[in-house]
């Protein structure tokens, strides 16, 4: 099993930042990716980023602005939103993926932008 906890939520005003991190416990070596997913009131989940080994992506409406990274080290993945809209307005999740292809899912952490 893999347990994920975000943090780094909260309210920002339009164009500035936040920095979403998610710990990864539990059986952590079945992990073949990890993700961040998001969403708004009335809209179906979407992907937002998802880093693997060596490589990231993004959705289009995030590219250039928000940044995935992880520290494996520290087991943990973070998001980095910058110049953040008020359509960046969501719950985000974290998500994992092990070798065979299960979801694990965080709790989910707001994100608020505000004008």
């Known amino acids: 099993q893999v347990r994920l906890v975000e943090s780094g939520g909260g309210l920002v005003q339009a164009g500035g930042s936040l920095r979403l991190s998610c710990a990864a416990s539990g059986s952590i070596f079945r992990i073949n990716s990890m993700g961040w997913y998001r969403q708004a009131p009335g809209k179906q989940r979407e992907l937002v980023a998802r880093i693997s080994s060596g490589s990231t992506n993004y959705a289009d409406s995030v590219k250039g602005r928000f940044t995935i990274s992880r520290d494996n080290a520290k087991n943990t993945v973070y998001l980095q939103m910058n110049s953040l809209k008020l359509e960046d307005t969501a719950v985000y999740y974290c998500?994992?993926?092990?070798?065979?292809?299960?979801?694990?899912w965080g709790q989910g952490t707001q994100v608020t932008v505000s004008s």
């Open positions: 998500n994992a993926k092990d070798v065979w292809n299960n979801d694990y």
